[in-house]
């Protein structure tokens, strides 16, 4: 089974802290996901990463920054917190096979950050 | 324009009653998939059903099933016989061929009343 986790289910920070979210997968996946979630907003990409190193900007990017040193692991990082950026954060992963347009992205159980 | 469009901010269904959650796209590129997504009050985003562009027939997983109708864009995820463990938010997602996005839409939260 593909397992992707992430560090933290819940986070309480506070304004002008700097954040890390970490997150992990074991399948060799060539792709991870940052998501963020609000109600009535569905899911928005924050950044995503096609392969170590590699970063693309999704919707949403302002205020937040990501690092990818290491295949399995994407790190979602909040240079100086502010209390929008309260929400829930799901990372995502997924392989690259371009012919499997049938696999899903696999999601991580989620991170509820309040900044206060 | 919204790749994807869900209009059904909430939905109530009876027991054992079928239920369909509408979901519209949109996209130019004549290749692309399909997804749908529970999420639980937990968090955790469950796969449940892919369509891809050039099935020629409806998905369908246990008890779900996806009504695709191409020529409308739509792809609605019909859920017979439901049951209390429904009650959820529902996510429909898009892919094109080319691209490594997903597009979501915003979401549909299923109530299954006893």
């Known amino acids: 089974d593909v397992k992707v986790t992430q560090s933290s289910r819940y986070l309480v920070k506070r304004t002008g802290e700097k954040v890390f979210l970490e997150c992990v997968q074991d399948?060799?996946?060539?792709?991870m996901f940052w998501y963020r979630q609000d109600p009535g907003l569905g899911l928005r990409l924050i950044y995503f990463s096609y392969d170590v190193k590699m970063k693309e900007k999704g919707d949403i990017p302002e205020g937040y920054s990501v690092s990818r040193e290491k295949k399995e692991r994407f790190s979602l990082i909040l240079e100086s917190a502010s209390t929008n950026q309260t929400s829930m954060y799901l990372c995502a992963s997924r392989s690259q096979a371009f012919t499997r347009k049938q696999e899903t992205q696999y999601f991580g159980p989620g991170t509820r950050l309040l900044v206060l | 324009a919204q790749k994807i469009t869900q209009t059904q901010p909430g939905m109530f269904v009876q027991e054992k009653e079928a239920v369909t959650l509408d979901c519209t796209y949109d996209?130019?590129?004549?290749?692309?998939?399909l997804f749908w997504y529970k999420q639980p009050s937990s968090g955790e985003m469950i796969f449940l059903i892919y369509?891809?562009?050039?099935?020629?027939q409806n998905a369908t997983e246990g008890r779900y099933s996806l009504n695709f109708q191409k020529a409308r864009k739509s792809a609605n995820l019909v859920i017979s016989a439901s049951q209390l463990g429904d009650s959820a938010m529902y996510f429909c997602?898009?892919?094109?061929?080319?691209?490594?996005?997903?597009?979501f839409g915003t979401g549909t939260s299923l109530t299954v009343i006893p």
């Open positions: 369509q891809g562009s050039y099935d020629q």
């Open positions: 996209t130019s590129d004549p290749s692309y998939g």
């Open positions: 997602a898009m892919r094109e061929s080319l691209g490594n996005q997903f597009y």
């Open positions: 399948m060799d996946h060539e792709n």
